[in-house]
T-cell receptor, first 115, second 113 residues
């Protein structure tokens, strides 16, 4: 069974640009969550999507947005990039995200560098 | 609110030594607790989990017991190997927002041969 895949694995952008990251969940999983990992702030929850709807949101500015498609694939977008957006962005999937017996599986991440 | 506190790293041990990484949490209600491991250049892998008080999660020789009275979920292993060198994250989720994880800051473990 294929795991969570994220593309691209590495990105270099400049300040002011925008970026789109993609996540394909494990087959059959309908819940997709996104996290930002930085040395200073650690791992922080961005948002969660289920059945094409944002179900939960963390404390990030509106420059961070996401969406989910009917096949459960998800994208996140960051507009007007700032230097502080440099981070590893991790995607995680689970079947429904509504049961304590479920497991959330993480992808390898996309490393974004903003210059 | 929800939060997780982990012991600061790095932790450096010799092969076959005993490992403990402390984790305490603050949560409303009854959270689920997790340990994830991150190897260099990779994402997070679930190591073990516990969903209610007194549950013991275990995997690959690692163990952690959900202690409600001390709000702790310490990770232990009796004999570490060089291949265990990685960063370990303690995390919690509450039962109403299951996929909204709160992570600790991570503890880097270095195991020397």
């Amino acid at each position: 069974k294929a795991g969570v895949t994220q593309t691209p694995r590495y990105l270099i952008k400049t300040r002011g640009q925008q970026v789109t990251l993609s996540c394909s969940p494990i087959s059959g999983h309908r819940s997709v969550s996104w996290y930002q990992q930085t040395p200073g702030q650690g791992l922080q929850f961005l948002f969660e999507y289920f059945s094409e709807t944002q179900r939960n949101k963390g404390n990030f500015p509106g420059r961070f947005s996401g969406r989910q498609f009917s096949n459960s694939r998800s994208e996140m977008n960051v507009s007007t990039l700032e230097l502080g957006d440099s981070a590893l962005y991790l995607c995680a999937s689970s079947k429904t995200g509504q049961g304590q017996q479920e497991t959330q599986y993480f992808g390898p991440g996309t490393r974004l560098l903003v210059l | 609110g929800n939060s997780v506190t982990q012991m600061e790293g790095p932790v450096t041990l010799s092969e076959e030594a005993f490992l403990t990484i402390n984790c305490t949490y603050t949560a409303t209600g009854y959270p689920s607790l997790f340990w994830y491991v991150q190897y260099p250049g990779e994402g997070l892998q679930l190591l073990l989990k516990a969903t209610k008080a007194d549950d013991k999660g275990s995997n690959k020789g690692f163990e952690a017991t959900y202690r409600k009275e001390t709000t702790s979920f310490h990770l232990e292993k009796g004999s570490v190997q060089v291949s265990d060198s990685a960063v370990y994250f303690c995390a919690l989720s509450d039962r109403y927002n299951f996929n909204k994880f709160y992570f600790g800051s991570g503890t880097k473990l270095n195991v020397k041969p």
